[in-house]
């Protein structure tokens, strides 16, 4: 279970992150990721399973598994992020090892291009 304070619960947050934020994907979830470096706060992340995943005993399953996964990866995860975990169909039939696998490559390659991009924008400025 993720603690409170990394939930992502507020519907303005979701559609934010997955506006703005860096994506990067995976046979099983796709991560989008917005890095705030003026902000302190800890990482916080939110879950979107859709009925193309399953039914709800499947979405349930798919959603656990990936709050336990994303519980255990808090720490690659810069202060101030928030980040959406979107699975997808194939996730349905996934095991743990596989979605942790996943959610693991998606989020270090989301950070690595989202670091980029705010340096990027942050060498641009000055």
């Known amino acids: 279970m993720l603690p409170a304070a990394h939930r992502l619960r507020r519907s303005v947050d ?3 992150t ?3 934020g860096t ?3 995976r046979s099983t979830v796709v ?3 917005l890095l705030d470096t003026e902000v302190q706060d800890p990482p916080q992340v939110g879950f979107v399973v859709s009925k193309a995943v399953g039914n709800a005993v ?3 399953v798919v959603k656990r598994r990936l709050r336990h996964a994303a519980a255990s ?11 959406v975990v979107r699975a997808l169909p194939p996730s349905r039939g996934a095991d743990y090892g596989r979605l942790d696998q996943d959610l693991s490559g998606s ?3 989301a950070v690595a291009r ?5 340096v990027g924008r942050d060498h641009r400025s000055t």
């Open 18 to 20: 997955v506006r703005r």
């Open 31 to 33: 991560v989008h990721l």
């Open 73 to 83: 990866h808090l720490t690659t995860l810069p202060a101030g992020s928030l980040a």
């Open 107 to 109: 989020l270090t390659r």
């Open 14 to 16: 979701f559609e934010r």
């Open 58 to 60: 499947q979405r349930n």
């Open 114 to 118: 989202a670091t980029a991009r705010v």
């Open 23 to 25: 994506r990067a994907g």
